[in-house]
């Protein structure tokens, strides 16, 4: 599916990364490159899945059992050179000094461009790509480091990025000495009892296996189909209020005036602009947004889904307001799945692509909009959290226990299978014609579907202070570090015998190439509790002066009872 997504959609479902570093030091410009690319060459060194490309097999094409001509596309992960300087060399052909060609980028018009050309990655080559924009020179003597990652969706997944990037950010701020000597480890010639790295596990071999005989495995799954066909759908929900009076349909996006073309490839249009969108609630908003978890007892991911489905319950009835409050629809929020919690517990590794399953959305009921912002989000929040809690590890087992009295792994085994059915149906519902399998999952008994499609999708990943600064806990407070040493020189001159260096996260942004009709809200806690939603949208499909309305409500609207709301 994603592979399809990247071909035939020009990079449909990429998953592109911002990371921003502070750097300090007395490296010069080209020993600060140097030092990027034995991280770099390190890094993919030690996470195969980003030396990885999808190509077709020398044999051609097959037939396979229900007459559909495969391809044969697969994933082939590249081996290790011999040596660190061909496995440097490998890895540069995925790096790209912007430098070379722009004296100055500003990153956000940079990863417009990125996302609205053709695909910037090669799939024949790698699935992945790191653009190294200019330094950019702050008030106090150190520099901003802006990094575009960019990787194909069949590698990795948005928690994965959330490895991933720190972890980069810990090999950078490794000695150069240490990363070329480990480079040298991971390139030498191995005897067979050293292993390499591993891959990842393959998903299927981490699912709970099903007790019993080939019989009954194969009933288990038969009685999970008849669940899914006679299962009650959810009720209909209201179209995403931010819709074009008159959607672009695929194939009339936007061409980009060529800002980047020695980078970029402006010859090809994808079928549709993929736009970004933020919203970051004041300190005092934030401190309502929290106040209203406390208050609920529920956590902040459900308060976040909360404040997205009253934000656009909100526009909904300003742009419609001849429409009665009976006639409303509820709100469903659909939402990406991590199945880790569910794996078997040997998998106790930090996340390294795995893939999201699909949600079946979560309602929210449309509420008077003559009640307290207060109130409406505290009821919004509950409804929220009991919602969510269906998917949590305790309830999933707790639902499990004595059922068949095969104790409390089956919640989670069925959870597992009805992500599984759910998927293959959604690849083969999403491949092209050509692509598709002719896989009919149900049989004859068709999933029972939802009447509409969600509103718009929600996740909430937590705090982006934890998730960045984990892996480099060890190294102390950067600023502190850097307190009483002499203003860095990064860029300029330096002595190579008494140069340092050090790179502290400023900032991250993660998107992703939409799908049609897509509008993907992103939520987060940054330094201070400050709350953030980044959206990816769907440009075709969802008016920009409306996006900014939603942004600017978004930001605003948990402050238009205060201070008299009892949050």
Same mark, same amino acid.
């Given at each position: 599916?994603?592979?399809?997504?990247?071909?035939?959609?020009?990079?449909?479902?990429?998953?592109?990364?911002?990371?921003?570093?502070?750097?300090?030091?007395?490296?010069?410009?080209?020993?600060?490159?140097?030092? $990027?690319?034995?991280?770099?060459?390190?890094? &993919?060194?030690?996470? /195969?899945?980003?030396?990885?490309?999808?190509?077709?097999?020398?044999?051609?094409?097959?037939?396979?059992?229900?007459?559909?001509?495969?391809?044969?596309?697969?994933?082939?992960?590249? /081996?290790?050179?011999?040596? +660190?300087?061909?496995?440097?060399?490998?890895?540069?052909?995925?790096?790209?000094?912007?430098?070379?060609?722009?004296? @100055?980028?500003?990153?956000?018009?940079?990863?417009?461009?990125?996302?609205?050309?053709?695909?910037? $990655?090669?799939?024949?080559?790698?699935?992945?790509?790191?653009?190294?924009?200019?330094?950019?020179?702050?008030?106090?003597?150190?520099?901003?480091?802006?990094?575009?990652? $960019?990787?194909?969706?069949?590698?990795?997944?948005?928690?994965?990025?959330?490895?991933?990037? /720190?972890?980069?950010?810990?090999?950078?701020? @490794?000695?150069?000495?240490?990363?070329?000597?480990?480079?040298?480890?991971?390139?030498? +010639?191995?005897?067979?009892?050293?292993?390499?790295?591993?891959?990842?596990?393959?998903?299927?071999?981490?699912?709970?296996?099903?007790?019993?005989?080939?019989?009954?495995?194969?009933?288990?799954?038969?009685?999970? *189909?008849?669940?899914?066909?006679?299962?009650?759908?959810?009720? /209909?929900?209201?179209?995403?209020?931010?819709? *074009?009076?008159?959607?672009?349909?695929?194939?009339?996006?936007? &061409?980009?005036?060529?800002?980047?073309?020695?980078?970029?490839? !402006?010859?090809?249009?994808?079928? =549709?602009?993929?736009?970004?969108?933020?919203?970051?609630?004041?300190?005092?908003?934030?401190?309502?947004?929290?106040?209203?978890?406390r208050s609920a007892r529920v956590s902040l991911g459900?308060?976040?889904?909360?404040?997205?489905?009253?934000?656009?319950?909100?526009?909904?009835?300003?742009?419609?307001?001849?429409?009665?409050?009976?006639?409303?629809?509820?709100?469903?929020?659909?939402?990406?799945?991590?199945?880790?919690?569910?794996?078997?517990?040997?998998?106790?590794?930090?996340?390294?692509?795995?893939?999201?399953?699909?949600?079946?959305?979560?309602?929210?009921?449309?509420?008077?909009?003559?009640?307290?912002?207060?109130?409406?989000? *505290?009821?919004?929040?509950?409804?929220?959290?009991?919602?969510?809690?269906?998917y949590q590890r305790r309830e999933v087992r707790i639902?499990?226990?004595?059922?068949?009295?095969?104790?409390?792994?089956?919640?989670?085994?069925?959870?597992?299978?009805? =992500?599984?059915?759910?998927?293959?149906? &959604?690849?083969?519902?999403?491949?092209?014609?050509?692509?598709?399998?002719?896989?009919?999952? @149900?049989?004859? !008994?068709?999933?029972?579907?939802?009447?509409?499609?969600?509103?718009?999708?929600?996740?909430?990943?937590?705090?982006?202070?934890? =998730?960045? &600064?984990?892996?480099?806990?060890?190294?102390?407070?950067?600023?502190?570090?850097?307190?009483?040493?002499?203003?860095?020189?990064?860029?300029?001159?330096?002595?190579?015998?008494?140069?340092?260096?050090?790179?502290?996260?400023?900032?991250?942004?993660?998107?992703?190439?939409? *799908?049609?009709?897509?509008? =993907?809200?992103?939520?987060?806690?940054?330094?201070?509790?400050?709350?953030?939603?980044?959206?990816?949208?769907?440009?075709?499909?969802?008016?920009?002066?409306?996006?900014?309305?939603?942004?600017?409500?978004?930001?605003?609207?948990l402050l238009e009872d205060a201070p008299n709301s009892?949050?």
């Amino acid at each position: 599916m994603f592979d399809c997504d990247g071909r035939k959609f020009e990079g449909r479902a990429d998953i592109h990364g911002v990371l921003t570093l502070k750097v300090k030091g007395r490296e010069t410009r080209e020993q600060l490159r140097e030092r $990027i690319r034995l991280a770099w060459a390190n890094f &993919r060194a030690q996470h /195969p899945l980003t030396r990885a490309n999808a190509s077709k097999l020398l044999s051609g094409p097959t037939v396979d059992g229900v007459g559909k001509v495969d391809q044969q596309r697969y994933l082939v992960i590249k /081996p290790l050179g011999k040596s +660190p300087e061909e496995n440097l060399e490998d890895s540069s052909a995925t790096l790209v000094f912007v430098e070379d060609f722009h004296g @100055q980028v500003d990153p956000a018009d940079f990863l417009k461009h990125v996302e609205n050309t053709g695909r910037a $990655i090669d799939p024949s080559q790698s699935l992945s790509k790191l653009f190294v924009l200019p330094l950019i020179k702050l008030s106090d003597g150190a520099f901003q480091l802006p990094l575009v990652f $960019i990787f194909a969706h069949q590698i990795t997944d948005g928690l994965t990025m959330y490895n991933w990037l /720190p972890h980069f950010s810990q090999l950078l701020n @490794q000695p150069q000495s240490t990363l070329l000597t480990t480079l040298s480890h991971l390139s030498s +010639p191995r005897p067979p009892t050293t292993p390499l790295p591993p891959l990842p596990p393959a998903q299927e071999d981490l699912y709970p296996p099903i007790p019993g005989s080939p019989a009954h495995k194969r009933w288990s799954w038969l009685l999970r *189909r008849i669940q899914r066909h006679t299962r009650r759908p959810l009720p /209909p929900a209201f179209p995403n209020p931010l819709t *074009r009076t008159q959607p672009l349909p695929p194939g009339h996006a936007r &061409r980009m005036s060529p800002s980047y073309p020695s980078l970029l490839n !402006y010859g090809t249009v994808p079928p =549709l602009n993929t736009h970004r969108a933020h919203a970051v609630l004041s300190p005092s908003a934030s401190r309502q947004f929290h106040a209203v978890a406390r208050s609920a007892r529920v956590s902040l991911g459900a308060t976040a889904f909360a404040l997205v489905g009253l934000v656009m319950q909100t526009l909904r009835a300003s742009l419609h307001p001849s429409e009665g409050e009976a006639a409303r629809a509820d709100f469903i929020g659909s939402f990406p799945l991590n199945p880790r919690a569910f794996l078997l517990s040997e998998y106790a590794g930090p996340a390294d692509s795995l893939m999201l399953g699909f949600s079946a959305g979560l309602v929210l009921p449309f509420l008077p909009l003559g009640k307290p912002v207060g109130l409406r989000m *505290r009821v919004l929040a509950r409804r929220a959290q009991a919602q969510l809690r269906r998917y949590q590890r305790r309830e999933v087992r707790i639902r499990g226990k004595g059922i068949g009295g095969e104790g409390k792994e089956k919640g989670a085994r069925e959870l597992l299978q009805d =992500l599984y059915l759910m998927t293959a149906e &959604r690849s083969e519902m999403l491949l092209g014609e050509e692509e598709r399998r002719g896989w009919v999952v @149900q049989g004859g !008994y068709p999933a029972r579907g939802n009447p509409t499609g969600a509103t718009c999708g929600v996740s909430w990943v937590g705090a982006v202070d934890a =998730l960045m &600064r984990g892996p480099m806990a060890a190294r102390g407070d950067e600023e502190g570090k850097w307190k009483d040493r002499v203003g860095g020189t990064v860029g300029g001159g330096g002595d190579e015998d008494q140069r340092e260096f050090e790179a502290a996260w400023m900032d991250v942004d993660m998107g992703v190439r939409v *799908r049609e009709r897509e509008f =993907l809200v992103g939520g987060s806690t940054l330094g201070q509790d400050r709350v953030s939603f980044a959206v990816s949208y769907d440009g075709n499909a969802y008016d920009e002066a409306l996006v900014r309305k939603w942004e600017e409500k978004m930001e605003t609207i948990l402050l238009e009872d205060a201070p008299n709301s009892r949050l």
